[in-house]
């Protein structure tokens, strides 16, 4: 334009010029430039001969929604790191930061390329033995609605703290079980009708011990769950049975005390009578009753 002149209505370049300038800058653009003044005045104009244009700085990295980054705002010059997070109830998907580098080409960019995002934790249906589960939501801060199977009740782990609530973590706090009256402890030289693999027992199961042959019961062969989650009595024992002699066909040493199905050795003197096959004037044999 030349001095002295007034631009016609109708020019339209003149026009353009003036919507460039009337144009708002975006707030990363502002930045640049307050910052390349910032230099300027440290280093002197002479020293930025590039103008702010050429200020290399990478792209915002963004704001995960229902979540928050640190630092907040700024510009990000190469080597700068971008730090991401969630509020509560939700959960980072994807890196929680990010770094400003320079590429082969010279542009700068960041590492990883993919942003990250805050998804809503669920906790999901917790699997508990002999309950039942009632809730309708398993999001963060839902508590938990649970019944036991008749016979066994429910327990939690901090006794002064009767509710499970789901973290933000996906996980649940304070998850209860169901218990029943705990497996009675084993003994030796006899069985009871239980499963071996059964670790809890509803309460009014009634279990009952045997012997092995040679074995007598001691206690009561019964034992029943009852409502505290204790059994009736404690386990019998099995004591061994005591045998009486051996019939004597022979002239025997034996030991005054026999059990049933116990090996008993006996010895053939010099007189015994030939109708004894196994014996002879210096062998020995063994008998099982």
């Not at 792209?59 to 229902?66: L, M, Q, S, T, V």
């Not at 730090?83 to 590492?111: A, E, M």
């Not at 034992?223 to 204790?230: A, D, G, K, R, S």
């Amino acid at each position: 334009m030349y001095h002295g002149m007034n631009p016609s209505n109708g020019d339209g370049f003149l026009e353009q010029q003036q919507q460039q300038q009337q144009q708002p800058q975006s707030p990363q653009r502002l930045l640049a430039v307050i910052l390349w003044f910032q230099l300027a005045l440290c280093f002197g104009p002479a020293q930025l001969t590039g103008g702010f244009d050429d200020l290399h700085v990478c792209a915002d990295p963004g704001i995960p929604e229902n979540g928050f980054r640190t630092p907040s705002g700024g510009v990000f010059f190469e080597g700068s790191v971008a730090r991401f997070h969630c509020q509560d109830g939700f959960n980072l998907k994807g890196s929680p930061k990010r770094l400003c580098v320079k590429y082969f080409n010279g542009t700068l960019g960041w590492i990883p390329s993919d942003k990250s995002i805050c998804v809503l934790e669920d906790c999901g249906i917790p699997q508990i033995e002999d309950a039942e589960i009632h809730n309708k939501t398993y999001r963060y801060g839902s508590k938990l609605i649970i019944t036991c199977h008749e016979g066994f009740k429910i327990r939690y782990p901090d006794l002064y703290n009767m509710v499970s609530l789901c973290r933000n973590d996906g996980t649940w706090d304070n998850l209860p079980i169901c218990q029943g009256c705990l497996r009675p402890v084993a003994f030796s030289n006899g069985y009871v009708n239980i499963s071996e693999f059964q670790a809890s027992f509803p309460v009014g199961t009634v279990i009952a011990y045997h012997c092995f042959p040679g074995f007598k019961l001691d206690g009561s062969q019964y034992l029943e769950c009852l409502h505290n989650l204790i059994w009736s009595s404690s386990p019998p024992r099995c004591l061994s049975l005591e045998g009486g002699r051996p019939e004597h066909l022979f002239p025997v040493l034996y030991s005054p005390h026999v059990r049933l199905a116990a090996a008993v050795l006996y010895f053939c003197p010099k007189s015994s009578p030939t109708p004894a096959p196994t014996c002879s004037l210096t062998s020995t044999t063994t008998s099982l009753f």
